[in-house]
């Protein structure tokens, strides 16, 4: 049972320094992906409401570079918040000049009492699946605007559906991220269905399936050809004469046979018959949203910022949190195009290059050398894969980056690992960092190490 009082108590300590620091110069510090990029747009929203002025600096991962990169640009800022990240570095954190505020959600390192931490495991809630810095910088915001907050509501299950923390029955939300939930559908923000879950119910259903990302669908996501050949190979008219038909167009034993199918084409794909029935469940729309908007479904507004998070557009998808929409939104749908068509390259990749083996209880997919890949797409690729891995398996994908080479490494099975744990006394071990969550995980290790870093870990698998 958690201990909700002394997580409420925290964040009252921190809704505290901020109002110490009001009107003055702030810091906020995230990471890049869906639940980072909502809890900024969350605290940044909040802080520009108390007059501060707000600077962002996003970041992959707190390595040894990123710390000293942060203690120069850090510096004469009074207030300093860390979002999605930075309990893995509380003494790096405590040593910087300003009053040092953490949100994190990832597994905890060394505390340090110089600065004002929440994080749910602290407080025995579990921060994998309950709770997500969007839903912190959420509560947050509710110590500082009172019940007003709740507009936030939206931004928060966002960045938790982006963090995939849909662990609940029929993929719903849980824990405190139910309760956040629930908060925006009594305010009539947000309403849950239990539906066929294939995005734009209102656009063309070529293209609502093309977009798909979660789950990912070979030979269709990123292609509206192989959709429309798919849609026409299970006997349904994607189109009456020139109009395309939407999903909302469709018959009720039409929703049906698409649904079947889609889960047959998973399960061929490697699929379990779990994630292959990912396609029906509930979902999360956001009601001011156009019901024609990439940003109605929540699970589709955390896509788009993860796509443009990873491929760098941080700007765009802060925008878009913050509120921008016409030419902004479109350009940042373009970059999800972007996105997509690089994942199909990646997993082409895999399929047809032998980059794939198996140490021990390890599975390698080894896309170092691709120059179209950069390390943030690592997690994204290393979270589809893991959905066709079979058996109690560590996967790990290897990418390319500029201070040595992504890790990214996911649990598939029930194997008895605590990966956040695993990779960060590893990664250092090898002189580099990582950590993460009891599932999944990132790590960052010099160029020269991966063979050691993947013998440590292929020992640990078989020895766990």
Known sequence: MGDYENLKSALATAANAIDDAKGQRALVISHYDA???????????????????????????????????????????????????????????????????????????EKSGEVIEVNPHRFEINGSSEISS???????????????????????????????????RRFKLVGLNEEIAREGVNARLLEERMELR??????????????????????????????????????IE??????????????TDERKRLASELVKRLISMGYSVTEAERIYGATYVILSEPE???????????????????LGFHDLALAIGLGARGEVLLRAVDIVGQYRTILAKAFKSVREE????????????????????NERMSGAIASILSLSIKGNKLLLVLVDSPEGVKVSA???????????????????????????????????????????????????????
């Open 134 to 168: 969007s839903g912190l910088a959420y509560l947050l915001a509710k110590e500082l605007e009172g019940e007003t907050a709740v507009k936030y509501a939206p931004l928060a299950v966002v960045g938790a559906l982006g963090d995939r923390q849909d662990v609940g």
């Open 354 to 373: 032998n980059l794939t083996k198996d140490v021990a209880g390890c599975v390698i997919v080894d896309l170092r050398g691709k120059s179209f890949l």
């Open 410 to 464: 996911r649990k598939c099975g029930h194997a008895k690992l605590n990966v956040g744990k695993l990779l960060s006394r590893l990664a250092s071990e090898v002189g580099g960092v990582g950590g993460g969550h009891e599932n999944a995980g990132g790590a960052t290790i010099p160029a020269n190490s991966v063979d050691q870093f993947v013998k440590l870990l292929a020992r640990e698998v078989e020895e766990g």
């Open 238 to 251: 994607p189109a009456v004469g020139e109009n395309f038909r939407t999903l909302s167009d469709l018959k």
């Open 35 to 109: 639940d980072g990029l909502s809890a900024a747009s969350i605290t940044i929203s909040a802080l520009i409401a108390r007059s501060f002025i707000v600077h962002v600096l996003i970041l992959e991962q707190l390595t040894q570079a990123a710390l000293s990169r942060l203690e120069g640009v850090a510096q004469g800022y009074p207030l300093i918040l860390a979002l999605d990240m930075g309990s893995s570095a509380l003494p790096a954190f405590s040593r910087l000049e300003g009053r040092v505020i953490v949100l994190d959600h990832h597994q905890p390192g």
């Open 292 to 310: 024609d908007s990439p940003l109605h479904d929540a699970r589709e507004y955390a896509q788009l910022l993860n796509a443009n998070g990873r």
């Open 198 to 235: 294939i995005p734009g119910a209102k656009r063309p259903l070529v293209k609502s399936l093309a977009s798909m990302l979660d789950p990912f669908l070979p030979g269709i996501t990123g292609d509206e050809g192989g959709a429309l050949s798919f849609l026409k190979s299970i006997g």
